[in-house]
């Protein structure tokens, strides 16, 4: 490429980021209008604590203490990390036995953003709902990367089909055969997410929104109908039950309820329900004056083991 095409394409990168920046600013500045009606529900005692508490219950219920399981592919840390385009970071898988390993960090101005979610979470589904267009154009433009973390503490709510221990073992196959469709593959669980108390997606549909987000491996469909990382998602769970978490610098221990959100390490505790003007203040605070005011570099994948 000339000099003056790899200006161009500079010029274009640092434009989607400061577009991705002054959407962010904007956001926050909508916020101050909309704390009013989040604080009458505070007050009225609905927040997340509550329902962290009964998460919390159901994690101890349901995980008990599964043996260490290999996992799949691209998550090494017990989730995968989504870099700018959407692109997977690649890794091994981890060993049987062997300690989840914490995702190298971020270059500077980069921002780390991670997620511990099961997919028969109601709230989880709020959360995807009012702050995923955020999180996408924050990634897809190289101001942040996104590392989701599938558990499964709702196994028992789901008439007897395991959905979220399903859907969570869904996931990890996509991880391990399309690393790259796993972003959208996750907001597709969102879509017309089943509720509690339901038999959830059959196995064909999670395919089939596997195959919709572009994962096209052939493996794919026998890793889901096999079961095949059911294991590593129950050892992942209660691992994350457990802790401490695979986060470099956090002082946040373990998972408490979902969604886990976590901001360079800092816990997001939102007001409720879920407002993207404080979710994107929250991010702008946690990344600091370098995030907000200059051009930051992409994060670079590993190469692929």
Same mark, same amino acid.
């Given at each position: 490429?000339?000099?003056?095409?790899?200006?161009?394409?500079?010029?274009?990168?640092?434009?989607?980021?400061?577009?991705?920046?002054?959407?962010?600013?904007?956001?926050?500045?909508?916020?101050?209008?909309?704390?009013?009606?989040?604080?009458?529900?505070?007050?009225?005692?609905?927040?997340? !604590?509550?329902?962290?508490?009964?998460?919390?219950?159901?994690?101890?219920? @349901?995980?008990?203490?599964?043996?260490?399981?290999?996992?799949?592919?691209?998550?090494? &840390?017990?989730?995968?990390?989504?870099?700018?385009?959407?692109?997977?970071?690649?890794?091994?898988?981890?060993?049987?036995?062997?300690?989840?390993?914490?995702?190298?960090?971020?270059?500077?101005?980069?921002?780390?953003?991670?997620?511990?979610?099961? %997919?028969?979470?109601?709230?989880?589904?709020?959360?995807?709902?009012?702050?995923?267009?955020?999180?996408?154009?924050?990634?897809?433009?190289?101001?942040?990367?996104?590392? /989701?973390?599938?558990?499964?503490?709702?196994?028992?709510?789901?008439?007897?089909?395991?959905?979220?221990?399903?859907?969570?073992?869904?996931?990890?196959?996509?991880?391990? %055969?399309?690393?790259?469709? %796993?972003?959208?593959?996750?907001?597709?669980?969102?879509?017309?997410?089943?509720?509690? !108390?339901?038999?959830?997606?059959?196995?064909?549909?999670?395919?089939?929104?596997?195959?919709?987000?572009?994962? @096209? &491996?052939?493996?794919?469909?026998?890793?889901?109908?096999?079961?095949?990382? /059911?294991?590593?998602?129950?050892?992942?769970?209660?691992?994350?039950?457990?802790?401490?978490?695979?986060?470099?610098?956090?002082?946040?221990? &373990?998972?408490?309820?979902?969604?886990?959100?976590?901001?360079?390490?800092?816990? %997001?505790?939102? &007001?409720?329900?879920?407002?993207? @003007?404080?979710?994107?203040?929250?991010?702008?605070?946690?990344?600091?004056?370098?995030?907000?005011?200059?051009?930051?570099?992409?994060?670079?994948?590993?190469?692929?083991?």
């Amino acid at each position: 490429m000339s000099d003056s095409g790899t200006a161009r394409a500079k010029q274009s990168k640092d434009a989607r980021r400061a577009d991705a920046r002054e959407k962010a600013r904007q956001l926050r500045a909508e916020h101050k209008k909309k704390e009013r009606r989040n604080r009458w529900l505070l007050q009225g005692g609905i927040g997340l !604590g509550l329902i962290a508490l009964i998460t919390t219950v159901i994690l101890v219920i @349901t995980t008990g203490a599964p043996n260490p399981v290999g996992g799949p592919r691209n998550m090494a &840390s017990d989730g995968i990390k989504i870099t700018e385009g959407l692109t997977a970071v690649q890794t091994p898988g981890l060993a049987p036995d062997a300690e989840p390993v914490p995702s190298e960090p971020n270059e500077p101005g980069v921002v780390a953003i991670t997620i511990w979610i099961d %997919y028969l979470c109601p709230v989880c589904g709020e959360f995807e709902a009012e702050n995923g267009e955020l999180i996408r154009t924050l990634v897809e433009s190289g101001a942040a990367t996104v590392e /989701y973390h599938p558990i499964a503490i709702l196994t028992s709510l789901s008439a007897g089909t395991q959905y979220s221990l399903r859907a969570a073992n869904a996931a990890a196959c996509v991880a391990n %055969y399309n690393p790259d469709a %796993y972003f959208d593959f996750n907001e597709a669980l969102f879509v017309d997410q089943p509720e509690e !108390g339901t038999e959830g997606l059959t196995d064909d549909e999670l395919l089939q929104r596997a195959r919709d987000a572009g994962a @096209t &491996s052939t493996s794919l469909e026998r890793c889901i109908d096999d079961g095949r990382f /059911y294991d590593w998602v129950k050892a992942a769970t209660t691992r994350a039950g457990n802790g401490p978490l695979p986060v470099e610098g956090t002082e946040v221990e &373990s998972v408490r309820g979902t969604p886990t959100v976590l901001v360079n390490g800092e816990l %997001y505790t939102p &007001s409720y329900p879920f407002d993207s @003007t404080e979710f994107s203040q929250f991010v702008l605070g946690a990344a600091g004056d370098e995030f907000a005011e200059s051009p930051s570099p992409s994060p670079s994948p590993s190469a692929t083991p």
